[in-house]
């Protein structure tokens, strides 16, 4: 069995990275009023990283126990608690 260089290992927990990136950016710019605009935008482009990372992971046969729990706290951080302080923030301005 051939096995996987170790720098090709960590191309997944990469992208991983920036999809945890992503939703902080996202997070920050969702307190800002002045860029409020651009978080969802963060947040697509955090969905379009958490597609790629999985897609490489399969690709590369780059599979670990954090990569998983990486994986995880990126998709909360992007889908559970930027969008809800987005929305958080829109509620707060409108009421």
């Known amino acids: ?4 260089p170790a720098i090709i290992k960590h191309i997944p927990n990469f992208i991983t990275s ?3 990136l992503s939703g902080c950016i996202a997070i920050a710019f969702s ?18 990283f958490d597609f790629l990372d999985g897609f490489s992971a ?3 046969h780059a599979y670990s126990e954090i990569g998983k729990q990486l994986d995880s706290l990126a998709d909360v951080v992007s ?3 930027a969008p809800g302080c987005l929305l958080f ?4 301005f409108i009421l």
């Open 31 to 48: 307190f800002d009023p002045g860029l409020h605009r651009y978080a969802p935008w963060f947040i697509f482009l955090a969905a379009a």
């Open 89 to 92: 923030q829109v509620m707060h």
């Open 18 to 20: 920036m999809n945890l």
């Open 1 to 4: 069995m051939k096995s996987t």
């Open 58 to 60: 399969r690709l590369l």
């Open 79 to 81: 889908f559970g608690l």
